[in-house]
């Protein structure tokens, strides 16, 4: 045991001294960022670090949830943060956020698409404090050798047949908008009638459920874990390249369009060059860099005009007309209470 | 009649090694899965894409995993030195004491071992904002250290209950100073507990995920925090590589070091 | 032998960073969102959700750890007596795999579990049945008995490995026979590091929620998932602190008993 612990030592001290040198200080200040994990090409940080000679401090978070509680604590003092919809509402209501001077960021109005201002108007009714950075729709994967017919409705994830081999989503509002969508409610419903036919639902449904998963869909998916799994529209590409047996659908009751945007932070200590950073991100070659690294759909036109090849331009996945479909919404903030209900009933459907 | 109860020894003998095979087999069987990964050309872990060993190279360059890395070993060392340091000592001082002290203090230690760690992590949280303290490598230090001495203080007091006063006593009497008494007596009879109090600190450390997201600032990774957000994109195999890397190192390490011979055993031969 | 001062750093660090960060989840736990003071977070255990929560958490964790002990028991014994250098080397090898990151080993848990799993792939090689292990109890007991069993082997080494031979010769010589030595010397000697052994195993179980989620298919909800979703998605820290006070008090009633074990009085709240 004596040996190990010499070992433990040996081997810090060691890494230590490796580590030591670096972190060089730049003249132009920095600007601290917090992000989705991996939802950024590392190069992009540098080629800005590089032409700006501004520091990025960049930081990362795993669902808008954890990312919350840090930014409204204030603990580390972030300039950006690209939370999605519905929590930009929150923070917009909550006054964590500050105006955005598009004077100061011209790509953002030039190059990113119109429709997704006007999709955003759900959670920014005047664009005011967000650009938006990735979006996608929610839908339905499934392995065509394991079905017996194409599957065009949320319904299929209460038919019988298919029991153990269903993969929901393991969050809240992803889960209800699957069951109100297929009731024929808004997903933003604060109808008790409503929710609670939403709950009766996710509760009849979960013996046929094999799991409720968030992000290892894509995995088990690819490995045949299973026939059906609800998943967002990102991960679709990525998942067929790996099997081509599945097959990504929008169900036709409607669905959910989400988009993760940037916003300010109310205290954000770099303002100016936290506007430098928005800008360059804007720009259409970067934009189709960090496309080409996250595979979720950029709402940037320049950079949808400069890919190159023609099946993902053309994708219907990565790039839906979303005027095509009936029943298209985006996540609203509806309040603590709400949010409390709806965990209730939640809770209710998990330990049933 | 010898013969037979040779026989029976050695099966007794071979069910023990067959026993400890066994649980071996269980606990590295993830190990092991891990590694295989770690070659696999596929970036999915459900789907085998043939031999490679591109992540490895991968891996050198990949600064920000290296960093997380350096970070995670230098807090696990530094969190379990000190919370060694503190937790051997607090035992000694707790021993000490009157029973009912002891029981409240105790109870007081296993706080943060029962509390559920997101519990832990917030309000830790909440403390060092309240107190003006910026998040970064030192709240990581300081709250790493806390959730740590609980596991000295469980290793070290077993032992140190075990210690036969009378020797130390003994040694007094024949003129010792305190100080020298407990160095000679006391300390080496309690050595193991205070290593693997360290080293479960030390692993503790490694793999904590929960408290050292709510205490880090910007910029600051480990590890595990790195893992838990590629956890939205997928799992980078390069991780797979850099835990392959870490294990066979220490492995190989730990080999050389064993086949080494003990100092002790020579001195006392 | 008055060294009590040692112990005064320790008390300040904690003080400093355990009660006062204790007090914070009494107060969020005791107060609603305006500030006054409530017991309803605290009653909200009673709700049949969270009852069940807690059922389930305290059945699987306590199954574990009665796993953990079986399993560890016989495996401490072995170990000391084997030749003593070999063995720190052995214990070591117990210890390490804890150094590849726990989301990693579990997830790699859930490679060897799954329908197209390794273990399943193994049985239809050999012409077996396949078994549904993925996302079931089973799956989150042998996750917890995986991620918690070295903090039972090594408690229970270290006390066996310092119980003197002489005491053992002894009973041997006086006509002991194993069972009996076993009994009345080796086990109650041992109490203290199987007491530690229990804690160390039984509260982490009792609180994880990671474990739940990925071997279980999020479809069991123990009560550390339900404080850690109120903490996260639900972002009620009010209830989420009021429900872990209650879990707090179910962990010192486990000490309570697990030191109840420790005869010789010296377990005090171990």
């Given at each position: 045991?004596?040996?190990?612990?010499?070992?433990?030592?040996?081997?810090?001290?060691?890494?230590?001294?490796?580590?030591?040198?670096?972190?060089?200080?730049?003249?132009?200040?920095?600007?601290?960022?917090?992000?989705?994990?991996?939802?950024?090409?590392?190069?992009?940080?540098?080629?800005?670090?590089?032409?700006?000679?501004?520091?990025?401090?960049?930081?990362?978070?795993?669902?808008?949830?954890?990312?919350?509680?840090?930014?409204?604590?204030?603990?580390?003092?972030?300039?950006?943060?690209?939370?999605?919809?519905?929590?930009?509402?929150?923070?917009?209501?909550?006054?964590?956020?500050?105006?955005?001077?598009?004077?100061?960021?011209?790509?953002?109005?030039?190059?990113?698409?119109?429709?997704?201002?006007?999709?955003?108007?759900?959670?920014?009714?005047?664009?005011?404090?967000?650009?938006?950075?990735?979006?996608?729709?929610?839908?339905?994967?499934?392995?065509?050798?394991?079905?017996?017919?194409?599957?065009?409705?949320?319904?299929?994830?209460?038919?019988?047949?298919?029991?153990?081999?269903?993969?929901?989503?393991?969050?809240?509002?992803?889960?209800?908008?699957?069951?109100?969508?297929?009731?024929?409610?808004?997903?933003?419903?604060?109808?008790?009638?409503?929710?609670?036919?939403?709950?009766?639902?996710?509760?009849?449904?979960?013996?046929?459920?094999?799991?409720?998963?968030?992000?290892?869909?894509?995995?088990?998916?690819?490995?045949?874990?299973?026939?059906?799994?609800?998943?967002?529209?990102?991960?679709?590409?990525?998942?067929?390249?790996?099997?081509?047996?599945?097959?990504?659908?929008?169900?036709?009751?409607?669905?959910?369009?989400?988009?993760?945007?940037?916003?300010?932070?109310?205290?954000?200590?770099?303002?100016?060059?936290?506007?430098?950073?928005?800008?360059?991100?804007?720009?259409?070659?970067?934009?189709?860099?960090?496309?080409?690294?996250?595979?979720?759909?950029?709402?940037?036109?320049?950079?949808?005009?400069?890919?190159?090849?023609?099946?993902?331009?053309?994708?219907?996945?990565?790039?839906?007309?979303?005027?095509?479909?009936?029943?298209?919404?985006?996540?609203?903030?509806?309040?603590?209470?709400?949010?409390?209900?709806?965990?209730?009933?939640?809770?209710?459907?998990?330990?049933? | 009649?010898?013969?037979?109860?040779?026989?029976?020894?050695?099966?007794?003998?071979?069910?023990?090694?067959?026993?400890?095979?066994?649980?071996?087999?269980?606990?590295?069987?993830?190990?092991?899965?891990?590694?295989?990964?770690?070659?696999?050309?596929?970036?999915?872990?459900?789907?085998?894409?043939?031999?490679?060993?591109?992540?490895?190279?991968?891996?050198?360059?990949?600064?920000?995993?290296?960093?997380?890395?350096?970070?995670?070993?230098?807090?696990?060392?530094?969190?379990?030195?000190?919370?060694?340091?503190?937790?051997?000592?607090?035992?000694?001082?707790?021993?000490?004491?009157?029973?009912?002290?002891?029981?409240?203090?105790?109870?007081?230690?296993?706080?943060?071992?029962?509390?559920?760690?997101?519990?832990?992590?917030?309000?830790?949280?909440?403390?060092?904002?309240?107190?003006?303290?910026?998040?970064?490598?030192?709240?990581?230090?300081?709250?790493?250290?806390?959730?740590?001495?609980?596991?000295?203080?469980?290793?070290?007091?077993?032992?140190?209950?075990?210690?036969?006063?009378?020797?130390?006593?003994?040694?007094?009497?024949?003129?010792?100073?305190?100080?020298?008494?407990?160095?000679?007596?006391?300390?080496?009879?309690?050595?193991?507990?205070?290593?693997?109090?360290?080293?479960?600190?030390?692993?503790?450390?490694?793999?904590?995920?929960?408290?050292?997201?709510?205490?880090?600032?910007?910029?600051?990774?480990?590890?595990?925090?790195?893992?838990?957000?590629?956890?939205?994109?997928?799992?980078?195999?390069?991780?797979?590589?850099?835990?392959?890397?870490?294990?066979?190192?220490?492995?190989?390490?730990?080999?050389?070091?064993?086949?080494?011979?003990?100092?002790?055993?020579?001195?006392?031969? | 032998?008055?060294?009590?001062?040692?112990?005064?750093?320790?008390?300040?660090?904690?003080?400093?960073?355990?009660?006062?960060?204790?007090?914070?989840?009494?107060?969020?736990?005791?107060?609603?969102?305006?500030?006054?003071?409530?017991?309803?977070?605290?009653?909200?255990?009673?709700?049949?959700?969270?009852?069940?929560?807690?059922?389930?958490?305290?059945?699987?964790?306590?199954?574990?750890?009665?796993?953990?002990?079986?399993?560890?028991?016989?495996?401490?014994?072995?170990?000391?007596?084997?030749?003593?250098?070999?063995?720190?080397?052995?214990?070591?090898?117990?210890?390490?795999?804890?150094?590849?990151?726990?989301?990693?080993?579990?997830?790699?848990?859930?490679?060897?579990?799954?329908?197209?799993?390794?273990?399943?792939?193994?049985?239809?090689?050999?012409?077996?049945?396949?078994?549904?292990?993925?996302?079931?109890?089973?799956?989150?007991?042998?996750?917890?008995?995986?991620?918690?069993?070295?903090?039972?082997?090594?408690?229970?080494?270290?006390?066996?490995?310092?119980?003197?031979?002489?005491?053992?010769?002894?009973?041997?010589?006086?006509?002991?026979?194993?069972?009996?030595?076993?009994?009345?010397?080796?086990?109650?000697?041992?109490?203290?590091?199987?007491?530690?052994?229990?804690?160390?195993?039984?509260?982490?179980?009792?609180?994880?929620?990671?474990?739940?989620t990925l071997l279980g298919g999020s479809k069991i909800l123990l009560i550390g998932n339900v404080i850690e979703q109120e903490f996260t998605t639900a972002s009620n820290w009010h209830l989420g602190s009021g429900l872990s006070l209650v879990l707090m008090i179910f962990v010192l009633l486990s000490m309570v008993i697990s030191s109840f074990f420790d005869k010789d009085g010296e377990g005090a709240a171990l």
């Amino acid at each position: 045991m004596k040996k190990l612990v010499a070992l433990a030592c040996i081997t810090a001290t060691s890494v230590a001294a490796l580590s030591g040198c670096g972190s060089s200080e730049s003249s132009n200040g920095e600007v601290i960022v917090y992000n989705w994990g991996e939802y950024i090409d590392p190069d992009v940080l540098e080629m800005f670090e590089e032409e700006t000679g501004i520091k990025v401090v960049y930081d990362e978070y795993e669902t808008n949830e954890t990312m919350y509680p840090k930014v409204e604590a204030g603990a580390a003092q972030y300039d950006l943060v690209c939370p999605s919809d519905y929590m930009i509402d929150k923070m917009i209501e909550k006054g964590l956020v500050q105006e955005l001077n598009f004077d100061n960021i011209p790509n953002a109005k030039q190059y990113i698409g119109e429709q997704y201002y006007e999709q955003s108007k759900e959670f920014d009714p005047e664009n005011k404090y967000s650009i938006p950075y990735c979006w996608g729709t929610v839908g339905i994967l499934y392995n065509q050798t394991m079905v017996s017919e194409p599957i065009t409705s949320w319904d299929v994830l209460w038919d019988a047949q298919y029991e153990n081999n269903i993969l929901m989503q393991d969050s809240v509002r992803d889960a209800f908008m699957v069951a109100l969508k297929r009731n024929g409610n808004s997903m933003n419903s604060t109808d008790d009638a409503e929710l609670n036919a939403a709950k009766d639902a996710l509760i009849e449904q979960k013996p046929l459920v094999q799991a409720y998963v968030v992000d290892q869909v894509r995995d088990k998916m690819i490995g045949n874990e299973a026939a059906i799994g609800v998943i967002y529209s990102g991960e679709a590409i990525y998942t067929q390249r790996e099997n081509s047996d599945l097959v990504y659908v929008i169900p036709e009751e409607g669905t959910n369009v989400w988009i993760d945007s940037w916003v300010m932070l109310k205290d954000a200590p770099n303002k100016e060059n936290a506007e430098k950073f928005l800008d360059f991100l804007c720009r259409p070659e970067i934009a189709l860099k960090n496309f080409e690294y996250i595979t979720y759909s950029t709402p940037n036109t320049g950079a949808q005009e400069l890919i190159e090849d023609e099946d993902i331009k053309n994708s219907p996945i990565a790039f839906p007309d979303l005027s095509q479909y009936n029943n298209i919404e985006t996540f609203q903030y509806l309040g603590e209470e709400f949010d409390e209900k709806l965990n209730e009933l939640w809770k209710q459907v998990k330990s049933n | 009649m010898t013969q037979k109860k040779q026989a029976s020894e050695r099966f007794t003998g071979f069910l023990k090694k067959f026993y400890v095979f066994l649980i071996f087999v269980f606990l590295y069987a993830p190990i092991v899965t891990l590694m295989v990964l770690s070659f696999n050309a596929s970036k999915t872990r459900s789907k085998w894409g043939g031999f490679t060993l591109k992540w490895y190279f991968e891996l050198f360059e990949n600064e920000a995993i290296l960093k997380a890395f350096s970070n995670t070993m230098i807090i696990a060392f530094l969190s379990a030195l000190i919370a060694t340091i503190l937790g051997t000592a607090a035992c000694i001082g707790i021993r000490n004491m009157k029973k009912r002290h002891q029981g409240i203090i105790m109870g007081v230690t296993n706080i943060p071992m029962l509390n559920a760690e997101i519990v832990t992590g917030i309000s830790l949280m909440l403390l060092f904002i309240s107190l003006g303290i910026k998040t970064g490598f030192l709240t990581v230090l300081l709250s790493h250290i806390t959730f740590n001495i609980p596991y000295v203080i469980l290793n070290v007091m077993p032992k140190l209950k075990q210690v036969n006063n009378s020797t130390y006593e003994a040694a007094l009497d024949l003129g010792a100073s305190p100080v020298y008494a407990f160095f000679k007596v006391v300390f080496p009879d309690i050595l193991p507990g205070v290593f693997s109090g360290f080293l479960m600190a030390f692993t503790m450390s490694l793999d904590d995920f929960i408290i050292t997201h709510f205490t880090k600032g910007a910029g600051l990774d480990t590890l595990s925090t790195k893992i838990y957000t590629e956890v939205k994109k997928g799992i980078k195999p390069e991780m797979y590589a850099l835990s392959t890397l870490i294990f066979i190192t220490v492995l190989i390490l730990l080999i050389l070091v064993n086949k080494m011979p003990d100092p002790k055993a020579k001195e006392k031969a | 032998m008055n060294k009590k001062w040692l112990a005064t750093p320790y008390l300040f660090w904690a003080v400093a960073f355990i009660v006062i960060p204790l007090l914070m989840v009494v107060y969020y736990g005791m107060t609603d969102k305006t500030g006054a003071f409530t017991w309803e977070n605290v009653i909200a255990i009673t709700s049949p959700e969270h009852v069940k929560a807690l059922m389930l958490s305290l059945l699987l964790s306590l199954i574990s750890t009665i796993i953990c002990l079986l399993l560890a028991y016989p495996l401490a014994m072995i170990l000391v007596a084997k030749h003593a250098s070999k063995t720190s080397f052995i214990v070591m090898l117990f210890i390490l795999p804890m150094w590849m990151n726990f989301l990693l080993r579990t997830l790699a848990w859930q490679t060897l579990l799954e329908k197209n799993g390794v273990l399943n792939g193994i049985l239809s090689f050999l012409h077996l049945p396949a078994l549904n292990l993925i996302n079931t109890p089973g799956a989150i007991i042998l996750g917890m008995v995986y991620n918690f069993l070295p903090f039972m082997v090594l408690p229970i080494y270290n006390v066996l490995a310092k119980i003197d031979i002489n005491v053992i010769n002894a009973a041997r010589d006086l006509g002991a026979n194993g069972i009996q030595t076993f009994l009345k010397i080796t086990l109650p000697l041992s109490f203290p590091g199987i007491a530690s052994g229990i804690t160390m195993v039984f509260v982490p179980a009792l609180t994880t929620f990671v474990i739940s989620t990925l071997l279980g298919g999020s479809k069991i909800l123990l009560i550390g998932n339900v404080i850690e979703q109120e903490f996260t998605t639900a972002s009620n820290w009010h209830l989420g602190s009021g429900l872990s006070l209650v879990l707090m008090i179910f962990v010192l009633l486990s000490m309570v008993i697990s030191s109840f074990f420790d005869k010789d009085g010296e377990g005090a709240a171990l």
